[in-house]
T-cell receptor, first 111, second 114 residues
Framework: GQNIDQPTEMTATEGAIVQINCTYQTSGFNGLFWYQQHAGEAPTFLSY????GLEEKGRFSSFLSRSKGYSYLLLKELQMKDSASYLCAVRVSGGYQKVTFGTGTKLQVIP | DSGVTQTPKHLITATGQRVTLRCSPR?????VYWYQQSLDQGLQFLIQ???????AKGNILERFSAQQFPDLHSELNLSSLELGDSALYFC?????????????FGSGTRLTVV
């Protein structure tokens, strides 16, 4: 099976930078996703990493190190609307590919 | 609007009852995935269908079943409901049976079992 660990909660200040870490243990790793989920709403796709390195998309960046089983999501110039849960999810290969989600990191942005 | 439609949005029912949740995938998507999200829990994968066929099964209870119809909409049937089945049930869709660029999620059905 897969084991995905993320901090449960984080707090950061509006305008600042925050890094949300995710570690995973799995066999057959075949990609890592980050999703944003506002309370009571559907998760929305943020990023996908399958190779090592940094992927940048506007204010959001995602990093992956496959050898370390580690990823982070970097949010810059934080806005109040960024207050949400951030879900790390891992895809494994072999047969029909499945995506397993971590329990998420609840980020609170304060003024 | 993500393009994935789930009905109903809210459902309140009694223990022991049976309910059906419905999902219409985004136009052109052949894969449908069902997830359960309980309070303070991560998204738990239940089951996946691709073009009408079951493709993968996760932690789905025997009391639960699903199917995907020729028009690609899917239904999740939950029977002999228990209090612990209260959760948000999400449907997601993707073009292929492999997810390279993430799923598109529906807005979910909030099930409350009383």
């Amino acid at each position: 099976g897969q084991n995905i660990d993320q901090p449960t909660e984080m707090t950061a200040t509006e305008g600042a930078i925050v890094q949300i870490n995710c570690t995973y243990q799995t066999s057959g790793f075949n990609g890592l996703f980050w999703y944003q989920q506002h309370a009571g709403e559907a998760p929305t796709f943020l990023s996908y990493n399958v190779l090592d390195g940094l992927e940048e998309k506007g204010r959001f960046s995602s990093f992956l190190s496959r050898s370390k089983g580690y990823s982070y999501l970097l949010l810059k110039e934080l806005q109040m609307k960024d207050s949400a849960s951030y879900l790390c999810a891992v895809r494994v290969s072999g047969g029909y590919q499945k995506v397993t989600f971590g329990t998420g990191t609840k980020l609170q942005v304060i003024p | 609007d993500s393009g994935v439609t789930q009905t109903p949005k809210h459902l309140i029912t009694a223990t022991g009852q049976r309910v059906t949740l419905r999902c219409s995938p985004r136009s052109g998507d052949l894969s449908v995935y069902w997830y359960q999200q309980s309070l303070d829990q991560g998204l738990q994968f239940l089951i996946q269908y691709y073009n009408g066929e079951e493709r993968a099964k996760g932690n789905i209870l025997e009391r639960f079943s699903a199917q995907q119809f020729p028009d690609l909409h899917s239904e999740l049937n939950l029977s002999s409901l228990e209090l612990g089945d209260s959760a948000l049930y999400f449907c997601a869709s993707s073009v292929l049976d492999r997810v390279n660029y993430g799923y598109t999620f529906g807005s979910g059905t909030r099930l409350t079992v009383v």
